[in-house]
Every structure is written in C-alpha cells, then in structure tokens.
C-alpha cells in the first residue's frame, strides 16, 4: 500500500523502531529520499502532546551526529509523522549494532573511541538546548554512508516514558554511550565483567594511554561514581595532552572507594583524579 504525507511517497518500509513504522519515502518534486517515522496512535493526551512538543523543539537541533528533522505533523488517520534526512544506502539503513556485527564484535580502539566521542558531542548539544533523550540502545544509532554516527529522533526516549528527571537522564545517557563505546572497544559487555581481568581492559587494546583508558571506564561506569553530563566526560577523555593535563590537575572531592574493575595500583591513583565527578547515590 502506498503511504502518502505532503509531498512524499513511500518507496518500501524499513524495521520498525520506537513504536513506529518507518519507511523510505521519495520526495515527489525533488527526487530526493527521506525517512517517515509513523507512530502508532498515543492514546494518552499527555504522552501525546510531550511527545509532539518535543519534535518540535528537536527539528531546531543542528549536529553533525544527530539525524535532522525536516517536518512533524499529523497524517489523514491521527497518526504522529517525523520526517528525517535518509542517511542509507541503497540497501537500507545501517545501525551501530550492523556495524559491530560486521566487525565481528569488536571495532578497532581508536574507531571506537571515534564513535563514542560523536556521541558524546551530540548530547552536549542537545544539553544545550534543554534535551535529553535518556538512555541510548545500540538499534537506535546509525551510521551513515561515511562511517559516522547518527542519534536517530534525539530525545522522543525521554519524552514517550518520562521515566528520569531530567539530571538523571542526562547522567544515564552519559553512561549508556559510555557503556556502548566499552562494549565497541573490547567485543565485551560491561555489565557482563565479574571482575577485573586483562581480557576486559582497554589497555589491552591501545598501546596509547591505556591505564588512562582503564581509569576512565573504570569511573564512568562504576555505579557509585561517574560523570553527570557528556560534556565531563568528554573533558577528561585521555585522547590529547590538553585532555590529559585536564584530567591530571582535578582535585579529589572526597575519599574514594576501592573499585573492583580495574584494579589500580596506588602510584597511579587514577580514582582520585576523577572523584570530582561521583554521584551521590540515589
């Protein structure tokens, strides 16, 4: 069946994602491709007009690694429509779970971190435009056609649940990238170590700054500690002298505990560099 939204014609449907049929759809006058995201109808007024409200502030976002919003409104039958940029090939599109997949479960360290950095950056971003999305899933990024990371429909996580104030959300999304970019860089769950093991560190695969790197995982995702925003963690990311020189001069804000994962030696006493941005336990 053919779906129709203003100027645009489906051409064939993609996999469905965040409660919503998705289709490639050609723009009749401009010959061009873009995606249609068409959600089922939401029967909660409330959840309806959050959701609604959000896209209209996320088509004002404007990043290289958050997929652009080029129109919202309603079809013929009530239905919620998103129109996006198609950043496919002519196969369909490609989520960072393909990517991963096709890597045979593992990326190269410095591609990895590549990708958890345009992450990361997207989310300051939208922070500074009062958006969050919350926490992040791997089918829910996609890379497009020049290997590059893509946030698809920045923010509609938070604004369909409403699950997180809007710090915790903030903070989630933070380690649910963080979380993503271990998982690309080592072919290992986080959640998944029971303890500290050299198969599991990321020194195990750079020979750049890899206690740095062990550090740095080891505070973003320990539960008692981490960072609140992306932009933390994006400041102390041991990639240039800068960074590391950043990361070095921190000052403890209080004791810290002894992590299981990574052990660290008391020489280095990388846990301290990075207390100044514990959470406090909810």
């Known amino acids: 069946m053919t779906i129709r939204f203003g100027p ?4 064939r449907p993609l996999a469905g994602v965040h409660r919503c049929d998705r289709l ?21 007024s409330v959840a309806r007009r959050r959701v609604f409200d ?21 079809d013929d039958t009530g239905r919620l429509c998103v129109i996006t940029d198609y950043p496919g090939n002519q196969e369909g599109l490609v989520t960072l779970g393909d990517l991963l997949e096709a890597r045979a479960g593992r990326l190269e360290f410095a591609e990895a971190i590549r990708l958890m950095g345009q992450l990361l950056e997207s989310c300051v971003h939208a922070s500074q435009q009062d958006i969050v999305h919350g926490p992040f899933t791997m089918n829910e990024l996609l890379v497009d056609r020049h290997g590059c990371t893509l946030v698809e429909l920045f923010g509609l996580n938070q604004a369909l649940h409403n699950q997180y104030s809007t710090a915790d959300a903030r ?24 303890s500290s093991s050299d198969a599991s560190k990321p020194s195990k695969f750079t020979k750049r700054n890899g206690k740095l790197w062990d550090a740095w995982f080891a505070l973003a995702l320990d539960p008692m500690n981490g960072f609140e925003t992306s932009q933390q963690a994006l ?19 209080s ?4 992590m299981p994962n990574p052990k660290v030696s008391p020489k280095s006493k990388p846990g301290l560099v990075f207390s100044r941005f514990r959470r406090s336990p909810r």
Not at 237 to 243: C, F, G, H, R, S
Not at 255 to 258: D, G, I, N, R, T
């Open 24 to 44: 490639i759809m050609l723009h009749e006058r401009d010959r061009t491709n873009h995606l249609l995201y068409r959600f089922d109808h939401i029967t909660d």
């Open 54 to 74: 959000r896209f209209l502030k996320t088509a004002h976002l404007d990043h290289a690694h958050i997929l652009k919003i080029q129109s919202v409104g309603y």
């Open 255 to 258: 004791p810290v505990k002894s």
């Open 8 to 11: 645009y014609t489906s051409v």
């Open 171 to 194: 903070s989630e999304q933070t380690r649910s990238i963080i979380e993503i970019g271990y998982l690309l860089a080592t072919g290992v769950q986080y959640s998944d170590i029971v």
């Open 235 to 253: 400041d102390t990311m041991p990639t240039d002298a800068d960074q590391i020189a950043r990361l070095v001069e921190l000052k403890p804000a």
